[in-house]
């Protein structure tokens, strides 16, 4: 406890000679503009991450089950069935979604085809989606398609166009006429009822949902889905629904929920966001350096105080105890400040959207760069600080113990 006192006395009191109070000062800012960095770009990560789970919650369910070997589950009506009379269900239904070809007044493009049934407003509101035309249900034997924005720019597809939209999908059973190629493939037509937006690229590039029985027709199943898609209710937690399902209809089948479906993306931005924190942290080694300096400064003005310690019968080891933890305080003085003024411009930029995005507002989601500030990160950086610092401190209390041996 001597050594901490007299390491706090010495870290705010002014000493003998200007530079060594202008050097101090250099170590407590470089410390804390470091850390106040790392501090922001883990919060404009943490924006973006959070803005990507916003995002995806547009389309996708909150809980999707697939089969766990092949393509298709094959009673997906039924085991939709079951799993909607749960009480931790609100609703549970069948989809399909495959590959596919669509043609359009002469122009053509591969898309993902995605049949759902009429109450599929149940699990996810197509409605809110659509910026042209409108979501329609079958009508006197009329089908509609609703296309993703970019699939009717490509195929200059619109509602209101009253020509077909043609889709071919590869014949799954049956004979095949190699004289004739088109025997290969089965075909429908619909009109185009909307267009929709989602603003995630894997749905707005090249998505055309169809009625489930189009879906169904095409590719030539009863009642098999590729995937059965589920909402819940109020007050449920997506994690007991989980588990309800698995009880209930057992192994066999995958069920993830938002985060797992879109694991890949949120992978990536993990990946880039800690990438980011190592390279910091380098920066954050580097600015630390300057503690050294400090220290072996301080410990040239501190020669009389040493010496004074030395005849009251303080140790060596006492006495570079002393440097080591004001080296220590430094670095935790300048994470702090740090962490303060990132936490507070993260704040800022998070309620008031100073920094706006370079680039057409009208083509963007979010016109200012999305943060979000997390608790843990803050634990984590003022961690990597104390490490860091520690660390330099060790290497100063070597050079230390060196002079008091001289």
């Not at 290969?184 to 989602?198: H, P, Q, Y």
């Not at 189009?214 to 209710?233: D, F, G, K, V, W």
Request: glycine letters at 6%; aromatic letters at 8%; proline letters at 3%.
């Amino acid at each position: 406890m001597f050594a901490l006192r007299v390491a706090i006395r010495y870290l705010f009191s002014k000493k003998t000679h200007n530079a060594v109070n202008i050097i101090s000062l250099v170590a407590v800012v470089g410390v804390a503009v470091a850390t106040m960095a790392i501090v922001c770009v883990l919060s404009v990560f943490n924006g973006f991450s959070d803005l990507a789970a916003r995002q995806m919650s547009r389309l996708d369910p909150e809980i999707k089950v697939t089969a766990t070997t092949g393509k298709t589950i094959a009673n997906g009506d039924s085991i939709a069935g079951v799993i909607a009379s749960l009480p931790e269900v609100a609703a549970a239904v069948p989809t399909i979604q495959e590959q596919a070809l669509a043609m359009f007044n002469n122009r053509q493009i591969p898309i993902t085809l995605k049949g759902i049934p009429d109450n599929f407003n149940e699990i996810n509101s197509i409605d809110s989606l659509i910026i042209d035309g409108a979501y329609l249900l079958p009508v006197e034997e009329i089908d509609y398609a609703t296309l993703s924005v970019g699939t009717s720019m490509s195929l200059k597809a619109y509602p209101g166009d009253f020509r077909w939209l043609k889709i071919y999908v590869p014949k799954r059973v049956g004979r095949i006429n190699t004289s004739n190629p088109m025997t290969a493939f089965r075909a429908d037509s619909l009109l185009v009822g909307g267009v929709f937006r989602v603003e995630q690229q894997e749905y707005d590039t090249d998505m055309v949902i169809v009625p489930l029985e189009n879906a169904r027709r095409l590719l030539q199943y009863t009642t098999e889905s590729t995937a059965i898609e589920i909402a819940t209710p109020p007050g449920v937690s997506v994690d007991k629904a989980i588990a309800a399902i698995t009880a209930k209809i057992g192994s066999g089948y995958e069920i993830k929920d938002r985060m797992a479906q879109q694991e890949q993306a949120f992978r990536m931005i993990s990946i880039e966001k800690w990438i980011s924190f190592v390279m910091l942290a380098f920066i954050l080694i580097i600015a630390s350096f300057n503690i050294i300096s400090t220290l072996s400064m301080l410990v040239i003005e501190k020669d009389e105080n040493i010496h004074t310690f030395k005849a009251l019968g303080a140790s060596q080891g006492m006495i570079a105890r002393i440097f080591m933890l004001e080296g220590w305080l430094i670095s935790l003085a300048g994470g702090f400040i740090g962490v303060i003024i990132g936490v507070t411009l993260c704040l800022i930029q998070q309620f008031f959207g100073v920094i706006k995005l370079n680039a057409d507002p009208s083509q963007l989601t979010i016109a200012t760069y999305p943060v979000v500030v997390n608790v843990g990160d803050l634990v984590i950086v003022m961690a990597l600080v104390a490490v860091v610092g520690l660390l330099t401190s060790l290497v100063t209390s070597v050079f230390t113990r060196r002079r008091l041996k001289s």
